[in-house]
């Protein structure tokens, strides 16, 4: 069974950072697409940031230059290097792991990530 357990969120003020981590079991990413969304009170879930297995990047509009998704295959783990958060920023978080062309597509619990003074 394939799990993905997250951590690292938090209370942060205006231009602070923060890094989550997303560390899976049950099967190994390398042979994953991972994602981290955000779903804010009100709003449907959004993309953030995605890795392929080769290791391409890709980010939303509101946060690149901001964000950075980073894996690591020795540890199964995946991160969101998240600086200069705004207020705007302030969601749940979740991380994703989808097997492209199989029903493979898995999701962390959510991690609550709060940017406020």
């Known amino acids: 069974q394939v799990q993905l357990v997250e951590s690292g969120g938090g209370l942060v003020q205006p231009g602070g950072s923060l890094r989550l981590s997303c560390a899976v079991s049950?099967?190994?990413?390398?042979?994953?697409?991972m994602g981290w969304y955000r779903q804010a009170p009100g709003k449907e879930r959004e993309l953030v940031a995605r890795?392929?297995?080769?290791?391409?990047?890709g980010y939303a509009d509101s946060v690149k230059g901001r964000f950075t998704i980073s894996r690591d295959n020795a540890k199964n783990t995946v991160y969101l290097q998240m600086n200069s958060l705004k207020p705007e920023d302030t969601a749940v978080y979740y991380c994703n792991a989808d097997r492209i062309g199989t029903n493979d597509d898995y999701w962390g619990q959510g991690n609550q990530v709060t940017v406020s003074s």
């Open positions: 049950g099967s190994i990413i390398s042979i994953y697409y």
């Open positions: 890795i392929t297995r080769g290791g391409s990047t």
